[in-house]
């Protein structure tokens, strides 16, 4: 046991994490028999090691680490041996928890707030009404921040602007921990808390979800879900819990927190959530749909991966396979938030909800979203001009399901449509260009010609456009080559006062909505910056769209001729990322080849050898590989030996090496 002591002293955590480690296996092995004399004194003073024999040196404080320690082995103590502990340690143990939740070490304040509820699971509700007033006014008092406090710190920064440069994480006092000891005492505490909750305790968890700090708002929604949690699930009732009678308050709370902008906070918020419906019987679900299931919607394509997952996974628990009919029964309440959060100021937010309004055209029945058409069009627009690339691609992709479903309500759309998909489909982003070919594609469906000749048009005017690329294509070559010149912004800079401060990886409004900048604040906040699109990658568009088209029958006449334009674009090398557009059309062709069938390519199927020659000897992997993979394509299409034949024709050399390198490609 000294040695256990020892480590749990220790200032270094490690050996902390190994004391608490061997202590567990010693209570295991010892059966909860173990005296717990060396943690009562442990915790009270600090430690002397004389001969096995443990005394109090009072002259000398208790040092942070030392104390963290103790409180995680009185944790451990209680799981392990609560049957056999004196009444002495448990009222030793509870005197710790509440004196350490004020220390000015927060992992003291949070092994405090652990031991509380490590000590509510064997003791029920007795530890929170004994630490009631205490806990309750530790939070109050730090909800409200000092102005004193406030006017010290404004004081050493020197400057009428101050305001601005308060940090949104900065700390508020005990305020986290004090929540955190909280919920540790509600989860542990379990059904019979129910008796202790009033509206004293509900206010003061609700006030805690507008603060300022976010992490308070974290931690207070988890302190919901552990308050929704104490129930086992679905036996909720108007009797039972007041988990119910406070329903509409928990749905308001809920609702503004799965539309936090911090990922952390829409975390917390998802988790409550879930508890809170998930606790409810089916049949009351109803009365908090319309305010829950919007949010609950649109975080399903949020782009943080955890909020994402779990919303996704609470969507199938609640609904099963019946999530569509859910959607069609409150359009009137999802419609209108879908819109509200195309326009926020949070540009991730923006992109989910474009993606939520396109599977309104895909997966909801039509008739139910017809009437809200022209509504959802609009917003679409909106964000077609965004300066965040992923929500323009969004948008776009919307857009063309919305038409290819809704041709009639959209007609009257397509001309301010149109120039935004051609804009797309010239953008300096792959996948912004691929998007945009599929959405044309969809529109020609739906309208044929003369939409279809105009497009066919535009398609022969963008394969040309590689013939005016200069030799140096290189990435922000419009930029400067200057050093540039750091420094901090002035405090009179009317773009750095008065705005909203984000911290660093937040997802702050870095990119104005519909093309527009929004001035916020925080680091690297100035994004309003989109590069002009090269000629190479007007053809590369030009070409994905190319291939989408080869599957509309109305146009395969048209695009037969244009098939040597692509060929052609293959031998135009004088530009650096010639090989990004030659990777493009060798992963196109063999897609291209099948849809215009075997007997109409025939003679242009020679004029793309001396590329794939070309792109097999190249040092770019992906260029290589897609080569390989076209050359199978045309094996498969042509036939092995025919497609030897037509090698040994073009370039014998050729087929030497292909034979050497890649003999699987060809059936070999």
Request: contains cysteine.
């Amino acid at each position: 046991m000294d040695s256990i002591i020892q480590s749990l002293s220790s200032h270094k955590k490690l050996d902390r994490d190994r004391g608490i480690e061997a202590l567990s296996r010693h209570l295991k092995a010892n059966s909860g028999t173990e005296n717990e004399s060396p943690l009562l004194i442990l915790i009270k003073g600090k430690v002397e090691f004389n001969d096995s024999e443990y005394s109090i040196n009072p002259e000398e404080s208790i040092p942070w680490e030392q104390l963290h320690g103790a409180l995680q082995a009185l944790s451990l103590y209680i799981d392990c041996c609560s049957e056999t502990c004196s009444p002495e340690f448990f009222t030793t143990a509870t005197n710790a928890g509440q004196q350490y939740l004020t220390h000015h070490e927060t992992r003291v304040r949070t092994a405090a707030g652990q031991l509380l509820g490590a000590l509510a699971k064997f003791r029920g509700t007795s530890v929170y009404l004994s630490c009631k007033s205490e806990l309750l006014s530790g939070i109050i008092v730090c909800l409200e921040r000092h102005e004193e406090a406030d006017n010290k710190i404004k004081e050493k920064l020197n400057g009428d602007t101050s305001e601005s440069v308060f940090h949104d994480t900065a700390g508020w006092g005990n305020l986290e921990t004090n929540m955190k000891a909280l919920e540790c005492i509600i989860t542990n505490t379990g059904a019979e808390f129910d008796d202790c909750i009033d509206s004293a305790l509900l206010d003061l968890v609700f006030g805690s979800l507008s603060h300022t700090n976010r992490f308070v708002r974290e931690t207070g929604y988890m302190v919901c879900c552990a308050l929704v949690s104490i129930h086992p699930l679905n036996e909720q009732s108007e009797n039972k819990g007041h988990i119910w009678s406070e329903g509409k308050r928990f749905a308001d709370v809920l609702e503004r927190g799965l539309s936090d902008n911090w990922s952390q906070v829409r975390m917390a918020a998802c988790c409550a959530t879930r508890a809170f419906l998930l606790g409810i019987p089916v049949a009351g679900r109803d009365e908090f749909y319309p305010q829950i299931l919007p949010p609950l919607c649109l975080n399903r394509y949020y782009i943080a991966e955890g909020v994402r997952i779990h919303c996704q996974t609470t969507w199938r628990m609640l609904f099963s396979v019946t999530g569509v009919k859910a959607v069609e029964l409150h359009l009137n309440s999802i419609v209108p938030f879908y819109i509200l959060q195309s326009e926020a100021d949070n540009h991730a937010v923006r992109e989910a909800a474009c993606a939520c309004i396109a599977e309104l055209a895909t997966k909801v029945g039509s008739d139910p979203v017809r009437v809200h058409v022209p509504t959802l069009i609009q917003g679409l627009l909106v964000c077609f001009e965004d300066d965040s690339w992923p929500v323009r691609d969004a948008a776009c992709t919307a857009c063309g399901n919305f038409v290819s479903v809704f041709a009639e309500e959209c007609r009257a759309y397509i001309d301010r449509l149109m120039p935004l998909f051609y804009m797309n489909l010239e953008d300096n982003i792959p996948s912004v260009r691929q998007g945009a070919a599929i959405a044309i594609s969809n529109i020609v469906r739906a309208y044929l010609s003369p939409l279809s000749n105009d497009v066919v048009a535009k398609l022969s005017e963008l394969l040309d456009a590689v013939d005016g690329q200069e030799d140096d294509s290189t990435l922000y070559s419009d930029l400067s080559k200057k050093p540039a010149v750091f420094g901090v912004a002035m405090a009179d800079d009317p773009a750095h006062t008065n705005q909203v401060m984000y911290s660093c990886g937040s997802l702050a409004p870095k990119m104005g909505r519909g093309g527009k900048a929004l001035g916020a604040g925080g680091c690297s906040a100035s994004h309003h910056f989109k590069r002009p699109s090269q000629p190479w990658e007007r053809t590369d568009g030009a070409v994905r769209l190319f291939m989408e088209l080869s599957d509309v029958n109305d146009t395969k006449s048209d695009l037969l001729p244009m098939v040597r334009k692509i060929s052609s674009a293959t031998r135009k090398r004088n530009f650096e990322h010639h090989k990004h557009l030659l990777e493009t059309i060798y992963k196109c062709i063999p897609m291209i080849f099948r849809r215009l069938t075997k007997i109409k390519i025939k003679p242009f199927i020679n004029d793309f050898f001396d590329g794939l020659f070309y792109g097999l000897k190249s040092d770019n992997n992906l260029l290589k590989a897609a080569s390989v993979e076209c050359l199978q394509s045309l094996s498969l299409l042509l036939g092995p030996n025919i497609l030897k034949g037509r090698i040994e024709m073009t370039d014998y050399n050729m087929m030497l090496y292909v034979q050497d390198a890649f003999p699987e490609t060809i059936g070999m």
